[in-house]
């Protein structure tokens, strides 16, 4: 007697095969299935068959993932049972049919669910909830299809659960694991491209790495008008599922303005507009990436701030000493603050605040290289460290002046490093 096991794909199915060479009066079979573990066998299934049969054949629905063992007992026309004849061991993994959902990030209009195709399948059970444990279902509809566009519920800055399930009246299925994704559309600025002069003036006060001033040429692309928000990284956290904890740099709560219940990420009260800091290079690329967008390249960031004629800062210096510089100013603020200080393109605090990622690599000598791109720079090809600009509490004033260079290592971060998303498009088609 031989006992082969396999799972259905995408279900909770088990396809048992059983060779069977039997004499006597046994006349049928018990097909037994438990926890591995937890001792003794349960009965889950019982055929007949006659002398002589060469195989059979049948399906039995698991109804969790886990570790099992099946087991065949043959018994007699007078239900004598016999003991097991096999025993085989079985894992049943989870189906994984919504994958397609993993992590992603919308801008409404439009949040299109797809998810890859189960080929038993005759329709699909969609289902999206606000909470992992789907105790309250805000949406569920039955589809054909293998994607469905949700819009009007979704509400922006929020993150939701989703999950499907296949149906076919024939084979028993489950729901998948549930995804999350979020709706998120912080308001972004179009900067209509066009040639400038980038660095400083060789008798203006700076650094040596701002000069010479050279001219660059960029292709219209869109910007935050504000730095990421700490609700905004919190969305982002809560749609990462298991590798969350790598996405959020080591800092306590107070200072890093983010909570952690054991169910989800949250603001701390009062900060969930404030800018969110101890976030590396690495991490703000994967947030960018997240939202379908890019980090800005330095080149970007520098149009975006100053426009298209040179200028030290964004406002006046009569009211230099109101702005979030400085080496007095400890305390970061809203990022919707301050709009005195606002940019040519209506961007705020490009000025102080906190630093801001770049995209490019840092060199010094960058600027002075006669082979520099003219069309959208994204800086040198290799480098140790990262591009930071726009100064920050604690900083210098002048280290809060629009063609100031900074620099930092790509997995350092700090309370007063933060960022901002740039791409060619508000979301989607961004591909640096």
């Known amino acids: 007697m031989n006992l082969r096991v396999e799972q259905i794909p995408d279900s909770y199915i088990v396809d048992m095969q059983i060779d069977i060479s039997a004499d ?3 006349s049928a079979l018990a097909l037994e299935i438990d926890a591995e573990g937890t001792g003794g066998y349960l009965k889950a299934a019982e055929l007949s068959f006659s002398n002589g049969q060469a195989g059979l054949r049948t399906n039995i629905e698991f109804t969790k993932p886990g570790n099992y063992r ?3 007992r043959l018994m007699s026309s007078n239900r004598v049972e016999s003991q097991v004849f096999s025993d085989t061991k079985v894992t049943m993994k989870r189906p994984v ?3 397609a959902f993993s992590g992603r990030a919308f801008t409404r209009p439009g949040v299109i669910l797809k998810w890859s195709e189960v080929p038993y399948a005759k329709s699909y059970l969609l289902q999206i909830s606000k909470t992992k444990a789907f105790t309250e279902i805000l949406f569920q509809t039955e589809t054909k299809e293998t994607s469905y566009t949700a819009v009007d519920f979704l509400v922006s800055e929020n993150y939701y659960c989703v999950r499907i399930k296949p149906l076919n009246p024939d084979i028993p299925s489950v729901f998948s694991e549930y995804y999350t994704f979020a709706i998120t559309d912080p308001p972004m600025a179009h900067i209509p491209g066009g040639e400038f002069l980038m660095g400083k003036p060789d008798k203006e006060i700076g650094t040596k ?8 040429r960029l292709d219209p692309y869109m910007i935050d008008i504000h730095e990421v928000t700490v609700a905004g990284y919190c969305l982002f956290l809560n749609c990462q599922k298991d590798s969350a904890h790598y ?5 306590d709560s107070k200072t890093c303005g983010i909570l952690y219940n054991d169910i989800e990420y949250y603001p701390v009260k009062g900060r969930e507009m404030y800018p969110v800091v101890y976030v590396s290079y690495h991490n703000a690329r994967a947030y960018a990436q997240w939202r379908g967008l890019s980090l800005p390249t330095e080149a970007e960031w520098e149009l975006a701030a100053k426009g298209f004629e040179y200028r030290n800062y964004t406002f006046d210096v009569e009211i230099l000493f109101k702005a979030p510089i400085g080496e007095s100013n400890k305390k970061t603020v809203r990022v ?4 005195e200080g606002m940019s040519p393109f209506g961007l705020y605090h490009v000025c102080g605040n906190v630093w801001e990622w770049c995209l490019d690599y840092y060199s010094r000598e960058y600027y002075k290289q006669n082979n520099i791109n003219y069309d959208n720079p994204q800086g040198p090809v290799s480098g140790r460290t990262r591009i930071l600009r726009g100064g920050a509490v604690g900083y210098e004033y002048f280290k809060s002046r629009l063609t100031y260079r900074d620099h930092d290592y790509p997995d350092s971060f700090s309370k007063y ?6 791409g060619t498009s508000p979301a989607g088609q961004n591909s640096r």
């Open 24 to 26: 006597g009066d046994s």
């Open 70 to 72: 099946t087991g065949i």
């Open 97 to 99: 049919a919504a994958g």
């Open 209 to 216: 790495d701002e000069e010479p001033m050279h001219k660059v």
């Open 247 to 251: 996405r959020k740099e080591m800092a």
């Open 336 to 339: 919707d603050s301050f709009p």
């Open 417 to 422: 490093v933060g960022f901002r998303c740039a």
